[in-house]
């Protein structure tokens, strides 16, 4: 079974610190995509960043990266200079597989307070 | 611009009575999503189509319904057999090995 899972209920950070927030998953699949999004407190889900399984180089989008440790199935998310308007939830999410199957798995997510 | 629409933003429901939400997207996706948040929760899968007249159960399907008879279009009706429908929908689509594209949700209440 598919499986993301986000430890961390809650984080803070200062404004204009860089913030890693965590996601590991599980799947027996070889090949499978994960994807962050960010839910500001309006409600929409707005994407961030893509890593393929088979991508050798770390996803990098502007101030995000997302830090993919294969071996350990882990894809972190990096903020990097934090802005208050990051202050929002952040969920980490799995497709796999990323061309075949349609079903995407999210975790739980993680909520982002920037402190001025 | 294209986009996903849903409507409307709020819904109320009174008991024993079925209401649907919308969901229309001109992305020219294949495939389309609908999942339900409860509050500090993530998002659990309702229904999802890969094809038009195509759908399948996700995880929490019982006392929702849906219909894909246009690919632009994927309504779920929450019936009066879901006890608990407060929440917050959200519709998504897709093509595939592509990020799903979000529409701005629908928060359902009870009256």
């Known amino acids: 079974a598919q499986k993301i899972t986000q430890t961390q209920p809650g984080m803070f950070v200062q404004e204009k610190e860089a913030v890693t927030l965590d996601c590991t998953y599980d799947?027996?699949?070889?090949?499978?995509?994960l994807f962050w999004y960010k839910q500001p407190s309006s409600g929409e889900m707005i994407f961030l960043i893509y890593q393929g399984s088979y991508d050798e180089q770390n996803a990098t989008e502007g101030r995000y990266s997302l830090n993919f440790q294969k071996a350990r199935k882990s894809a972190n998310l990096v903020i990097s200079a934090s802005q208050l308007g990051d202050s929002a939830m952040y969920f980490c999410?799995?497709?796999?597989?990323?061309?075949?199957?349609?079903?995407?798995?999210f975790g739980t997510g993680t909520s982002l307070t920037v402190i001025p | 611009d294209g986009g996903i629409t849903q409507s409307p933003k709020y819904l109320f429901r009174k008991e024993g009575q079925n209401v649907t939400l919308s969901c229309e997207q001109n992305l020219n996706h294949d495939a389309m999503y609908w999942y339900r948040q409860d509050p500090g929760q993530g998002l659990r899968l309702i229904y999802y189509?890969?094809?038009?007249?195509?759908?399948q159960k996700g995880d929490i399907a019982e006392g929702y319904s849906v219909s894909r008879e246009k690919k632009e279009s994927f309504p779920l009706t929450v019936t009066s057999a879901q006890k608990n429908p407060t929440a917050f929908y959200l519709c998504?689509?897709?093509?595939?090995?592509?990020?799903?594209?979000f529409g701005d949700g629908t928060r359902l209440s009870i009256l």
């Open positions: 999410a799995m497709r796999a597989p990323p061309d075949g199957g349609n079903q995407f798995y």
């Open positions: 189509s890969q094809i038009v007249n195509d759908f």
């Open positions: 799947t027996s699949d070889q090949s499978y995509g």
């Open positions: 998504a689509s897709s093509l595939a090995g592509e990020p799903q594209h």
